[in-house]
Each structure stands twice: as C-alpha cells, then as structure tokens.
C-alpha cells in the first residue's frame, strides 16, 4: 500500500543511511521496523455467544455502554 508520511529530514538521511549499510531498501527498512512495533495481522476469532436465561442484574441499565460502564465500576468485584 502506497502512503504519504512526513518524516524529519535528519532522520530519513540516517534512515536512507541505515538502508544502505544493510544493503536493503529504505521500504525493507521501514517495514522491518514498523513489524517490530506494530501487532501481527491474525485472523479474528471467532466470538463464542454466551446465552443466559432470567432477568438483567439488579441496576443494570442496557441502553447504553456508558451506563453499563457504570454499573460494572459499581458492583463489588468478585
């Protein structure tokens, strides 16, 4: 994928320096370097639903994740 990213121009002369010193192109460079950083593309997993029968607990309030929020924050831990 083609991007556009303004880098400091010490560091990309030092970058383009690297580059050549380890015979290998500033892009092999970068993207060695952004792999070490940036999480591993997997694959998602996949969701196993949970299904419970009865009421919502006491308090809590399903209309939106800040409310639900709150109520988590609230309870005791167990």
């Known amino acids: ?9 010490e560091l ?3 970058a383009k ?3 050549i010193d380890r015979r290998c192109t500033l892009r092999d460079l970068m993207e060695r370097g952004l ?3 940036a999480p591993a593309a997997r694959p998602a997993r996949k969701i196993k639903w ?3 029968s009865g009421p919502w607990p006491k308090g ?3 209309s939106s994740r800040e409310k639900m929020w709150e109520w988590i924050e609230r309870e005791p831990k167990r």
Request: aromatic share 0%; glycine share 4%; proline share 0%.
């Open 50 to 52: 949970v299904h419970a």
């Open 60 to 62: 809590l309030d399903v």
């Open 1 to 9: 994928m083609k991007t556009t990213v303004e880098i400091d121009d």
């Open 35 to 37: 792999r070490e950083i």
């Open 12 to 14: 990309l002369r030092g």
């Open 17 to 19: 320096r690297a580059a």
